[in-house]
């Protein structure tokens, strides 16, 4: 009875709210408008901020030429292993340039330096966004102990409204079967509340950001 009871109760609470509509509170919500304030200082130096306090590294180059340099130097100075690359324009930059590099996918599970390019840089979080569009798809991105992103200025945006909305134009007629968002290396504290780098990925990772705007 008392089941019963509680059950009609609800059940009139329903029925007097579907009669009696009360006013909505805020009729007009302006949904396009941003909830941020506006970036103070240009994309480029507010990305490397955001990714270095996430604990990324950030690497600007004025050319790809300079990019090149950059690259050959870290490799020498940190003997860093031989660069795992799938993505064929990067791969003909790297030949071109004589730097080494692995493209077999037989090889990939002893790949230590995996090296991509990205979608989209979200200044305001130093965020990369990538896709399975790409051409190394989904695994270069997470397998490789120190993973190495290659960006320039003219994929930078203010925040990931802007980043949704220019990945939905790039891919109008089909779009990605994955879209990811990556802010800084891998990490983890669930382990005794010790922060552990490189659980779920990369715990390296590198955005050398490449000047496109000459």
């Not at 009669?19 to 970036?39: L, M, R």
């Not at 490397?48 to 340099?69: P, Q, R, T």
């Not at 270069?140 to 945006?157: A, D, M």
């Amino acid at each position: 009875m008392e089941e019963s009871t509680s059950r009609e109760k609800i059940l009139k609470k329903v029925r007097n709210a579907l009669i009696e509509k009360s006013e909505i509170p805020y009729p007009v919500i302006d949904q396009e408008s941003s909830v941020y304030n506006e970036i103070p200082e240009p994309l480029d130096v507010a990305f490397a901020e955001a990714l270095i306090n996430v604990a990324g590294k950030f690497v600007f180059s004025e050319s790809e030429d300079e990019f090149i340099a950059t690259l050959e130097s870290f490799i020498l100075e940190k003997n860093w292993p031989v660069l795992f690359c799938y993505d064929p324009v990067l791969g003909e930059l790297l030949k071109k340039n004589g730097i080494p590099f692995e493209s077999s996918w037989s090889a990939f599970d002893e790949a230590k330096l995996g090296i991509t390019r990205c979608e989209f840089l979200i200044a305001r979080t130093g965020t990369i966004m990538v896709s399975s569009k790409s051409a190394p798809g989904r695994r270069i991105n997470v397998f490789p102990e120190i993973h190495l992103i290659v960006g320039y200025t003219s994929q930078l945006v203010p925040d990931l409204k802007q980043a949704f909305s220019q990945i939905k134009n790039k891919y109008e007629e089909e779009f990605p079967s994955m879209v990811s968002l990556i802010t800084g290396p891998s990490r983890t504290a669930d382990i005794e509340k010790t922060l552990v780098m490189g659980a779920h990925g990369p715990r390296e990772l590198y955005v050398f950001l490449i000047d496109d705007t000459t």
